[in-house]
């Protein structure tokens, strides 16, 4: 069943108002990154030894 | 008579001041015996009056990681319970009741530590002996926390019992969680001290089994970093977004975050134990695999924190990537310490993953990389939330204003804190990677080459500590002055709402047996086994030894 005109004018205004969050996405990238990256050095550090 | 701003009465001004009073004296005690340890070990001061650095280093631990933490968040929670669900005259007796039992067996344990007759630092590991005074005087404490818990949830039940259907306040949610786990969590070191330190102390019996008091131990001191952190995210989580102008990103995110705290920080203390003999490998295993769930909810809060922080910035107008960030109201000391302390939970986290992990464990155990950790962690992150929480939360229950003034000096002291941390615990991480070793004082170690590497850090981690050292005069001060200075005014008490683009809360994240069963369940499951072989095949105990450290 198609949608009725306004239930698709409602789910525009609801993508419309949808927070952007770009900058929030690649901060927590950035965070597991820096864990891992971290991670690896000490892991390093115990095969060296 | 209520107040309209705070919603709080002049009886709950009271009983949350008489907490961080003692929280602000431990500060300023406890800190100086950083500042004198720090000193101690970069080979520059002896201790004068025959005063033992075991000693100073037991007041030290003892005093921050123990009492300031404790009175702080039990004086804060009830703060946040009395705002949301009230609390009646009868509860804030039972309060009373408990904090002077927790303030009573502060002052035993605290003398007995003084009288240098307790050098057994504040995880207290057996063999070393402390005097009895010394155990009696923590197990005071912890029955004085019990009191507030129970009073606690006496105050979210009332309240549920008068608001039928409707979803408990979120604050006083986590309020509730945390004592959950403080509850359940101190119930293993209330079994070691009553069941074993105590009556061997006493001379009751004359030995005692390590490995049990240990494990024990590690049971309650892993959930007790958690109890620590827990308080900090409630303020992370409710009340920064109301100081930057935005609203709670997600009031199911949070609440789904805490309950996996509640279930995942306990069966876990065997990564505390990872080089401990007569623990089944496997069972060490699987109680590091339930640790790395901890970092979901710790993830969880990263993105919600991140996702107020860009909605609240672009709501303002602020755009960009990261424009977001310019929006955020860097200048009010309420908003940037916590976010200093939010920043130093990067690399504390990324610490603990390091620490709890099997093989990396190896490199870094027993050494001062671990005292490292913890000072991002509890040194860093949650107390300058503490700070943060202070700015306001003190002068609300004064009656007095946050000045201006007061404010720059809390930035300065805030960007104090942090060279000062940064210097003390980089130069302990690197050092301990170098395989200095924690707990110890001032040693040469006979001329060995490798401990000759380590000297120059200890210098670093003495003038890291006299900066930190600088950093608690200054909140010392502002504390005094947020108590009996500020000019009289009416400090507003930060509650945030949630985003109207957040998902109604489900009913199901408030079904308590349903959490608490599970996690018994995970307690049981990680722990039954593993203790009953731990008592099992016990090597034969050993006596005490109260004069091994002075």
């Known amino acids: 069943m198609s949608n009725s005109p306004l239930q698709k004018q409602n789910k525009e205004i609801a993508s419309e108002t949808e927070p952007e969050l770009k900058g929030t996405l690649i901060a927590v990238f950035a965070i597991g990154a820096f864990i891992v990256i971290s991670w690896f050095i000490v892991f390093a550090l115990f095969v060296a030894r | ?550």
């Open chain 2, 1 to 550: 008579m209520i107040s309209a701003k705070t919603g709080l009465t002049k009886y709950d001004n009271k009983l949350v001041m008489a907490h961080m009073y003692v929280a602000f004296i431990s500060l300023f005690i406890g800190g100086l015996m950083g500042l004198l340890q720090t000193l101690v070990r970069s080979g520059t001061l002896t201790l004068p009056f025959g005063i033992g650095y075991y000693q100073i280093l037991t007041i030290h631990g003892v005093l921050l990681a123990l009492v300031l933490t404790t009175f702080f968040i039990i004086g804060f929670q009830f703060a946040l319970m009395n705002k949301t669900v009230g609390m009646t005259d009868k509860q804030r007796e039972s309060a009373w009741f408990g904090y002077w039992i927790m303030l009573f067996g502060t002052t035993t344990t605290a003398i007995t530590i003084l009288l240098g007759k307790a050098n057994v630092l504040y995880t207290f590991y057996a063999p070393l002996k402390a005097f009895p005074t010394f155990y009696i005087g923590l197990a005071l404490v912890v029955i004085g926390s019990w009191i507030a818990c129970f009073t606690n949830f006496r105050q979210l039940y009332v309240w549920k019992k008068k608001h039928k259907g409707e979803k408990s306040p979120l604050l006083a949610f986590m309020v509730v969680i945390n004592m959950l786990l403080w509850f359940i969590a101190t119930l293993g070191v209330a079994a070691t001290v009553l069941l074993q330190f105590i009556p061997w102390s006493l001379g009751m019996v004359d030995t005692i089994n390590v490995l049990l008091s240990r494990t024990l131990f590690w049971y309650f001191g892993h959930p007790l970093v958690y109890f620590w952190l827990l308080p900090a995210y409630m303020a992370w989580y409710a009340i920064i977004p109301k100081i930057i102008g935005g609203k709670i990103f997600s009031d199911s995110l949070a609440r789904l975050a805490f309950i996996l705290f509640l279930m995942f920080s306990i069966p876990v203390g065997f990564h505390h134990q990872l080089t401990e003999p007569g623990i089944d490998p496997m069972w060490k295993f699987i109680q590091v695999v339930l640790t790395f769930m901890v970092i979901i909810p710790s993830l969880l809060t990263a993105f919600s924190m991140f996702a107020t922080f860009e909605v609240t910035g672009r709501k303002k107008g602020y755009t960009g990537l990261f424009g977001w960030l310019k929006g955020l109201p860097w200048k009010d000391v309420r908003f940037f310490a916590p976010m200093i302390g939010m920043l130093f939970f990067i690399p504390a986290g990324t610490g603990g993953i390091i620490n709890a992990s099997n093989q990396m464990n190896q490199v870094i155990h027993n050494t001062i990389w671990v005292t490292g950790h913890f000072h991002l962690t509890v040194g860093s992150t949650v107390i300058l939330t503490f700070f943060g929480i202070s700015y306001w939360l003190i002068p609300a229950l004064t009656g007095r204003k946050l000045t201006a003034k007061i404010n720059t000096l809390g930035i300065i002291q805030t960007i104090v804190w942090t060279v000062g941390m940064t210097i003390m615990s980089g130069s302990m991480h690197i050092a301990g990677l170098l395989g200095a070793p924690r707990r110890s004082s001032y040693s040469t170690y006979g001329g060995t080459e490798q401990a000759s590497e380590w000297i120059s850090y200890q210098i670093a981690q003495a003038v890291g500590g006299s900066i930190l050292f600088i950093g608690i005069i200054l909140m010392v001060y502002i504390f005094i002055n947020m108590v009996w200075f500020a000019p009289k005014g009416v400090e507003e008490f930060p509650l945030a709402e949630v985003s109207e683009h957040a998902e109604p809360t489900p009913m199901f994240l408030e079904n308590w047996k349903l959490w608490i069963g599970i996690t018994i369940a995970l307690i049981l499951f990680a722990y039954t086994i593993p203790v009953i072989d731990i008592i099992q095949h016990a090597p034969p105990g050993s006596p005490p030894f109260d004069t091994l450290i002075q």
